[in-house]
């Protein structure tokens, strides 16, 4: 999966990956939390990435293949208004055994 090291603000964010170097291709997206003004680390396992076409899910799209990841990206999540904070430190691949 993937890690996110970050200092949140209370909103909820989406961490994205790309897997096609096509502009118009499937998004895979997973929400992850925040508490304000506190470190944390997100563990995120491919498994829970949602594959998605300009903000609608895919049902028909492959699960996410981490061997073809190409791009990764943040975005505020649920359309929530307002001034944001959102501090990253790392995002790293992790393996469990």
């Known amino acids: 999966g993937l890690a996110i090291s970050f200092m949140g603000d209370g909103n909820s964010y989406k961490l994205s990956v790309v897997t096609e170097p096509r502009f118009d291709s499937v998004v895979y997206r997973a929400v992850f939390n925040t508490e304000p003004e506190t470190w944390e680390v997100a563990r995120i396992p491919f498994e829970q990435f949602v594959p998605t076409f300009r903000g609608r899910t895919v049902s ?7 061997s073809n990841i190409s791009s990764v990206g ?11 904070r959102l ?11």
């Not at 028909?60 to 981490?66: I, V, W």
């Open 74 to 84: 943040l975005l505020i999540s649920q359309r929530q208004e307002g001034i944001f």
């Open 87 to 97: 501090k990253v430190y790392s995002i790293t691949a992790y393996k469990t055994n």
């Open 60 to 66: 028909s799209a492959p699960n996410l293949d981490p």
